[in-house]
């Protein structure tokens, strides 16, 4: 491992009894097994555990969701909501653990006045999307008082992109529709993450064309990038567009991916580092 830090653009809180709640979530009649999961482990006993794991793979920061994945076939919450857990962890271990606040684009009225109250008074430093369940697409007019909002706050808007591997339709995911909210909101930080897979060429586009989105990696370990991600991020300016994500994946297999990458010691510090610490302003 490099003596480098990383910041984690997108982790889900994987304490024990969240990932109890997505497992019986994922395991209910008509939903499709989240294959990721599998990747998690058992969770984490309690945030000083988080902490310690933290410590041994040089992550100072994590950003955790508090996720609300919306269930297509059931139309509920997929797991329970961990903002206020989010918080008291933000509180205890100051600088190392933020949250991402959700968005309910069924209730838009009392998101956004939990959105201000979870950056406001939690100190989240962003939201995260998982627009799925909804059956509606990202750059859909219910989603356009979020965009406002954050737009206004100054804070980054973080949002899958790609297919979906819960049992959800995956078109609402396709990162070009990222160029339409990015020609509404230009004073709004946004990012792709899950590369944008298998419309990667979509989301690279998109982020060469605008200054404010970024492409997270967050999902899919290096050995799995496509050719046209791996040029982006050998390049000039993918090396400053690009950001470090786990969505609960190892981080020592990141580290060890990216290594095996032959990456120039600058661009692992942007990507794991830097650049994250600037989007998110931390």
């Known amino acids: 491992m490099p003596d480098l830090k990383a910041v984690d653009t997108l982790f889900p809180l994987l304490l024990k009894e969240w990932k109890q709640s997505w497992v019986q979530a994922t395991n209910s009649p008509g ?11 058992d969770g984490y006993e309690d945030g000083a555990a988080l902490i310690a794991a933290m410590d041994a793979a040089n ?30 962890l933000t509180a205890k271990y100051p600088g190392r653990i933020y949250g991402l606040a959700d968005y309910d ?37 219910k989603m ?30 396709r990162p070009i529709q990222i160029d339409r909210i990015a020609c509404d909101f230009p004073g709004l930080t946004l990012v792709g993450t899950h ?22 990696v967050s999902a899919w370990l290096p050995k799995y990038f496509t050719p046209s991600l791996v040029g982006f991020l050998n390049s000039r300016m993918g090396a400053q567009k690009v950001l470090f994500g786990s969505n609960g994946l190892s981080w020592d297999r990141y580290w060890e991916g990216f290594q095996a990458m032959g990456l120039r010691e600058d661009t692992l510090r942007a990507v794991m580092y830097e650049n994250p610490k600037r989007v998110f302003g931390l």
């Open 195 to 216: 590369t944008g897979y298998p419309w990667v060429d979509e989301l690279i586009a998109v982020t060469t064309k605008w200054p404010n989105v970024y492409l997270s």
């Open 31 to 41: 939903e499709l097994k989240c294959k990721v999961e599998l990747a998690w482990g």
């Open 105 to 141: 684009p069924f209730d838009i009225s009392g998101s956004l006045k939990k959105l201000e109250e979870d950056v406001t008074k939690r100190g989240y430093k962003g939201v995260y999307i998982h627009i799925y369940g909804y059956d509606i697409p990202l750059d859909h007019r």
């Open 59 to 88: 992550v100072e920061s994590v950003l955790a969701t508090d996720l609300l994945a919306w269930s297509y076939p059931r139309q509920t919450r997929f797991a329970m909501d961990m903002t206020e857990t989010i918080a008291k």
């Open 144 to 173: 356009y008082p979020l965009y406002a909002a954050c737009e206004g706050m100054g804070v980054a808007v973080s949002m899958q992109v790609g297919h979906v591997l819960e049992a959800m339709p995956s078109e609402h995911g």
